[in-house]
Nanobody, 121 residues
Framework: QLQAYGGGLVQAGGSLRLSCAAS????????MGWFRQAPGKEREFVVA????????YYADSVKGRFTISRDNAKNTVYLQMNSLKPEDTAVYYC????????????????WGQGTQVTVSS
């Protein structure tokens, strides 16, 4: 089970940190990803991290602004979001799947419930 939290309302240029806590003892076996879905749009890839944390993959739209990390001892993955833009407004979902991390939604077996991020201009 995945529980995402940390969303909220922030002004453009601000920062938020999302967290995703996983239950169970196999967290370190999974690559983790963050996806987002804006109103009226399809869910899209944001960032992924391999199970070890050594490899990360970012969507071009967030490179240089977002940073993913994980703490396997705490069964938690984080998404630090800086320099937020109104176009970052979406529901953010964490997911667990392929060990190497992936941008493909089909590679993920488990999904959290989502947390709302709203960036005002």
């Amino acid at each position: 089970q995945l529980q995402a939290y940390g969303g909220g309302l922030v002004q453009a240029g601000g920062s938020l940190r999302l967290s995703c806590a996983a239950s169970g003892r196999t967290f370190s076996s999974y690559g983790m990803g963050w996806f987002r879905q804006a109103p009226g749009k399809e869910r899209e890839f944001v960032v992924a991290i391999s199970r070890s944390g050594r490899s990360t993959y970012y969507a071009d739209s967030v490179k240089g602004r977002f940073t993913i990390s994980r703490d396997n001892a705490k069964n938690t993955v984080y998404l630090q979001m800086n320099s937020l833009k109104p176009e970052d407004t979406a529901v953010y979902y964490c997911a667990a799947g392929a060990a190497f991390g992936s941008s493909l939604q089909g590679e993920y077996n488990y999904w959290g419930q989502g947390t709302q991020v709203t960036v005002s201009s």
